[in-house]
């Protein structure tokens, strides 16, 4: 016994028609339809505009917190490379000057030896006009010359030659060999003392050169006045000059 259908039967059409499920690739289609309209409504809603702001905006505030951050960082460090440059620059500039200064020094004494010298030999001839002390500056010491040159009738020791050149002729060597390292101390530092600097420093280790070629004080073309002169314009010029570069 049972039911028996006809291979032709609309009722087991009918049946299985309404049995059958769908198939997988159209529910999925379906749920992909149901998952983006909702994704669209909640983008286009207030709170999801505001949330996507707020996610634009702090993506854009850790950017330029990174940018800001590496951009610190290269100035601190450049900040502290001319920091470092600045401060050799400025052991350079002291160091060349304490050459300079230390050539000068040696230099002013030998034209105050022989002065000093010349005095004591003057004081032997009763000449007068005779200061009582020794010559202290420039001006003393050319006026000293000049009165040596003024009174003939009180002839100076014919030792004063010998005893100037006994006496400041190893100074005088002494410098010589002192000038080359001071030279050589200029010309090894101009990319610290720069141009400007650089050529002061070397008119006045001129200036001091100068002064030493003065040193013979009876010469009759004695010019110790005007190279004492021009070495003091020279040093105003680098205080001038250090001024503008130090500050």
């Excluded at 996610?55 to 502290?80: D, M």
């Excluded at 050539?103 to 022989?114: C, D, F, M, Q, S």
């Amino acid at each position: 016994t049972g039911v028996h259908f006809s291979v032709g039967s609309p009722h087991l059409t009918t049946s299985l028609a309404c049995c059958r499920k769908p198939p997988r690739r159209q529910m999925r289609l379906n749920s992909g339809v149901g998952h983006n309209t909702a994704m669209s409504d909640f983008i286009e809603s207030k709170l999801g505009l505001l949330l996507i702001d707020k996610l634009l905006l702090g993506l854009l505030l850790l950017i330029f917190g990174l940018w800001a951050n590496r951009a610190l960082e290269r100035f601190k460090s450049q900040q502290s490379f001319h920091s470092e440059i600045n401060k050799q620059r400025v052991a350079k500039i002291g160091l060349v000057w304490e050459a300079i200064s230390g050539l000068e020094t040696r230099v002013l004494h030998i034209p105050w030896r022989i002065g000093v010298i010349l005095w004591q030999e003057i004081k032997k001839t009763n000449m007068p006009g005779l200061p009582p002390l020794e010559p202290s500056n420039s001006d003393e010491l050319v006026a000293l010359i000049n009165l040596a040159k003024q009174h003939p009738e009180h002839p100076i020791s014919a030792h004063l030659a010998d005893r100037i050149e006994a006496e400041v002729r190893p100074l005088i060597l002494e410098i010589n060999d002192k000038s080359t390292d001071t030279s050589l101390t200029i010309s090894g530092n101009r990319f610290w003392l720069g141009d400007e600097l650089h050529t002061k420093y070397r008119q006045h280790y001129h200036a001091v050169m100068r002064v030493l070629g003065q040193w013979d004080l009876l010469d009759e073309k004695n010019e110790l006045k005007h190279a004492l002169a021009k070495l003091d314009a020279s040093r105003e010029d680098i205080s001038s000059a250090l001024s503008k570069v130090l500050t």
